[in-house]
């Protein structure tokens, strides 16, 4: 998993704990950030090296979804 906060350089997070190939993984990285508006982007890379793209993939079902998470949030001092 990358990580990028303002349009920075992609930097890798740290899996801090893995629940296994289907299970949910919780994931760190440090940052250095002053008060006010981030952007927050993260992306997954597979084993043969893939990245999710910028713009959403839907399946042909219309219910999974690969593609970069953006989320906006608020640093306080």
């Not at 992609?10 to 760190?28: N, Q």
């Not at 008060?35 to 793209?53: C, I, K, N, W």
């Amino acid at each position: 998993m990358d990580v990028s906060v303002d349009g920075s350089a992609w930097r890798r997070a740290a899996i801090v704990s893995d629940s296994g190939r289907y299970g949910c993984s919780v994931l760190a990285a440090t940052v250095t950030l002053s008060p006010g508006a981030h952007v927050l982007r993260s992306r997954a890379t597979e084993d043969a090296g893939h990245t999710q793209p910028d713009v959403p993939v839907w399946s042909p079902s219309g219910y999974l979804r690969d593609a970069i998470d953006v989320v906006t949030f608020t640093a306080f001092a």
